[in-house]
């Protein structure tokens, strides 16, 4: 204010005047569904920290303990526990993760009100099966993996990250990956093997780990940057070994595989996520169009019972132009030039006065998002140069001359 106004009085302002900025929501923010030891139950409770998590929830030798450790070991910044063990000391059914039954608000229901998470992940979910009474038939983890990716499809804001059972080989994860048709989710094999002390453990399901990658990854690079080819923190080894004519197999069904390679660590080999629908087969286009859209409608609050005019709708397009001109610049949109990259439209055309007169305004987005190079194809040819007369000729002067 200091800078603007230099000597006291009422100094008036149009705030419609102002420009306001749309700013890029936080990404990697990820929930963990599961039981834990202690803690609050079905509250999700934000954490920065492992040693927040021990404190709060307590840790053991669980998966869920493992996984919030992984992800902020290979770069996670921001979690939300939610803790769906039942009161009682009973062990968690299906519906404590899902939460559809009673007046109780759990599990995923949960979550629905926690607007920053964009990744979720239950590795809890794999430690319950074969253990818990509720969770002894495959059928019953199906269904909270079915229940997860409708949640995300239903708020259209976040994308989950999904386990393979305990002891399936790969033909068995491929199988049990079929019964998925969904951009929003993704699916990773094998398991991982992690040190405790000198000790390494029994395999663990990947999805935690996986998600601290993904987080440290949009900070570095960004959304646009697949999650695939960087090294994974504080594994020993994979639970399988995947040869490459499998990893090719594995590739062409959408399952994502973690691969050890020598001198490079252990790195996710795929991006995919599990749908059928061309447009949406990268993880990371999925996910730069959740970026945009949870970004532009956050942004978009101050609209809300504003005069439906011209310069309202210019005021949007300008805002929105900027931003998606950031993330052209960034390398997350594909053009040379920015009206090859998106386009925002908002006037007359998306705004007819029927749309004006029921309270609508329309702002129509479209955006090229840059899609990863999945194959390196690298032609190598012999060539070989004949000789020509003139060569021929060239060759007895020489030797008479060095004669």
């Not at 790969?170 to 991982?192: G, K, M, N, V």
């Not at 996986?210 to 697949?226: L, P």
């Not at 309270?359 to 032609?379: H, M, N, Q, W």
Request: glycine share 8%.
């Amino acid at each position: 204010m200091s800078s603007l106004y230099k000597s006291p009085g009422v100094h008036i302002e149009s705030a419609g005047d102002r420009y306001i900025p749309l700013e890029r929501v936080e990404t990697g923010v990820t929930a963990f569904l599961g039981a834990t030891a202690q803690g609050p139950r079905n509250e999700p409770t934000r954490l920065g920290s492992f040693e927040q998590y021990e404190r709060i929830f307590g840790a053991g030798d669980d998966y869920m303990s493992h996984a919030v450790r992984g992800f902020f070991d290979n770069g996670g910044r921001t979690a939300y526990i939610v803790n769906v063990a039942p009161a009682g000391g009973l062990d968690p059914a299906p519906d404590d993760f899902i939460g559809q039954q009673g007046t109780e608000v759990r599990g995923l229901q949960a979550l629905e009100r926690i607007e920053h998470v964009d990744l979720l992940v239950a590795p809890d979910l794999m430690f319950q099966y074969g253990r818990s009474v509720a969770f002894q038939d495959p059928a019953q983890v199906l269904a909270v993996q079915r229940a997860m990716i409708d949640h995300c499809e239903k708020l259209h804001d976040r994308f989950c990250l999904l386990d393979a059972l305990p002891g399936h080989d790969l033909e068995q994860a491929i199988a049990w990956r079929r019964q998925f048709d969904s951009s929003h989710a993704s699916f990773y094999f094998p398991w991982i093997k992690v040190r405790k002390g000198e000790e390494v453990l029994a395999p663990l399901p990947p999805s935690g780990h996986i998600a601290g990658m993904i987080s440290r990854n949009d900070k570095v690079e960004g959304v646009h940057r697949a999650p695939a080819n960087q090294p994974l923190e504080g594994l020993v080894d994979v639970a399988q070994r995947v040869r490459k004519r499998d990893r090719d197999h594995a590739f062409d069904h959408r399952v994502n595989i973690l691969v050890p390679f020598t001198g490079r660590g252990i790195r996710i080999w795929g991006a995919r996520t599990l749908s059928s629908d061309p447009a949406f087969v990268q993880i990371n286009v999925r996910r730069l169009f959740i970026l945009v859209r949870k970004s532009v409608e956050k942004y978009a609050q101050w609209v809300v019972f504003e005069p439906n005019e011209p310069s309202l709708w210019k005021k949007m397009v300008r805002s929105v132009d900027v931003f998606l001109g950031d993330l052209w610049k960034e390398g997350a949109l594909v053009g040379a030039a920015q009206d090859e990259a998106y386009y925002v439209k908002c006037d007359e055309e998306t705004n007819p006065p029927e749309a004006r007169d029921a309270g609508e305004l329309i702002c129509e987005i479209g955006i090229s998002p840059v899609k990863p190079a999945e194959f390196i194809v690298i032609r190598i040819h012999q060539w070989t140069r004949e000789r020509t007369d003139q060569d021929k000729e060239a060759a007895p002067a020489a030797a008479a001359a060095t004669g």
